[in-house]
């Protein structure tokens, strides 16, 4: 039995009554036609069931329609619904995402952004690397959109306001008439400080300081490490503040192998409202830093750039405060 030939772009143009050259320009987008031509072309494209060739369409056009996407922590929740929104934006445009792990490793990440932008029509990246010592990004020869904020590079930002994030977090204990609050930090993420100085800024407003702690990774993990000292290492914190979401279940979760209530003993609250947040016991309070939106406004604001079209510099998302058992104590 003879296996029936795929159908060419020739056959497309025969079928259409048009030259290859139309065919290969209007599949292409690179030059639109006559709404009469361009239904033939597609009516031809249905019928013979034309299927395009990637590699020679990238060939004609120079593209790969293809974006890479490099994330810190395939495993932490929000840069999973980072990559879901951008995700769903790129398939809108008939783009595929090429996503990397960096696995929270700095040192590796300029090695892997060089590959992947060879493979790519651009980049939307996560990075830890110090902003003093990333100017090489600007030069990688492909456009790209930062996650967080880079003022000396030029390069187009989103990001969610981490300071009024924690601001709101800081003002939320306070009038839950909590005077002891520690901060757990990740002093190597960009939005840290920024974190750090939203609830140092709304603690100040009742004259309190934040009790600062440092944790090496974003991680369960380390929120889990952590709880000894910032739970038992002294006066005990009424509430505690995690740098994500993963650090404040994690300290959660220890804080009550301990033996400790949540929130009668201890408040805790975090960042990112990723999913399992709401379903914990007690549930957390966190910040919706809009993950999925960050992700789609990154996407969108890529193919702007893909394109050569002007866009925002700077694409900054409201966050929005979520309250929930672990930081609601009962009325006496």
């Known amino acids: 039995m003879q296996t029936k030939?795929?159908?060419?772009?020739?056959?497309?143009?025969?079928?259409?009554?048009?030259?290859?050259?139309?065919?290969?320009?209007?599949?292409?987008?690179?030059?639109?036609?006559?709404?009469?031509?361009?239904?033939?072309?597609?009516?031809?494209?249905?019928?013979l069931g034309y299927r395009q060739n990637p590699a020679a369409r990238s060939m004609v056009t120079g593209q790969t329609r293809t974006v890479g996407l490099a994330i810190q922590d395939v495993r932490n929740p929000h840069f999973a619904n980072i990559v879901k929104g951008a995700n769903r934006v790129a398939l809108a445009h008939d783009y595929s995402l090429l996503v990397i792990d960096i696995e929270e490793n700095p040192s590796g990440e300029r090695a892997l952004l060089e590959a992947l932008s060879r493979r790519v029509d651009g980049l939307i990246v996560s990075s830890r690397i110090p902003e003093e010592s990333i100017d090489w990004l600007a030069e990688i020869g492909k456009p790209v959109v930062f996650?967080?904020?880079?003022?000396?590079?030029?390069?187009?930002?989103?990001?969610?306001?981490?300071?009024?994030?924690?601001?709101?977090?800081g003002r939320h204990l306070v009038e839950l008439g909590m005077q002891r609050i520690a901060?757990?930090?990740?002093?190597?993420?960009?939005?840290?400080?920024?974190?750090?100085?939203?609830?140092?800024?709304?603690?100040?407003?009742?004259?309190?300081?934040?009790i600062v702690h440092?944790?090496?990774?974003?991680?369960?993990?380390?929120?889990?490490r952590a709880a000894s000292a910032v739970l038992l290492g002294g006066k005990r914190p009424e509430a505690v503040v995690g740098y994500n979401d993963l650090v404040a279940l994690g300290l959660m979760h220890e804080a009550q192998a301990l033996g400790l209530r949540i929130p009668e003993d201890v408040a805790v609250a975090g960042f990112d409202d990723i999913p399992v947040a709401r379903y914990m016991q007690p549930p957390l309070t966190s910040?919706?830093?809009?993950?999925?939106?960050?992700?789609?406004?990154?996407?969108?604001r890529l193919l702007t750039a893909i394109a050569r079209e002007e866009g925002e510099s700077d694409v900054l998302l409201e966050p929005r405060l979520i309250p929930r058992a672990s930081t609601r104590r009962p009325l006496d």
Not at 14 to 36: C, D, H, M, Y
Not at 215 to 223: F, R
């Open 287 to 300: 910040v919706d830093m809009r993950s999925e939106q960050q992700g789609e406004a990154a996407m969108n």
């Open 183 to 210: 901060y757990v930090g990740f002093t190597r993420a960009r939005w840290n400080a920024e974190r750090l100085h939203g609830l140092t800024d709304a603690l100040a407003e009742a004259n309190l300081t934040p």
């Open 5 to 47: 030939r795929p159908a060419t772009i020739r056959d497309v143009a025969q079928a259409a009554g048009v030259s290859t050259a139309t065919v290969s320009k209007f599949i292409n987008r690179l030059q639109r036609f006559s709404p009469e031509v361009e239904a033939r072309i597609r009516a031809a494209v249905d019928g």
């Open 147 to 169: 996650f967080g904020r880079l003022s000396r590079l030029g390069i187009p930002c989103v990001r969610s306001d981490g300071y009024q994030a924690a601001y709101m977090i």
């Open 214 to 224: 440092e944790i090496d990774t974003p991680s369960l993990e380390a929120g889990e």
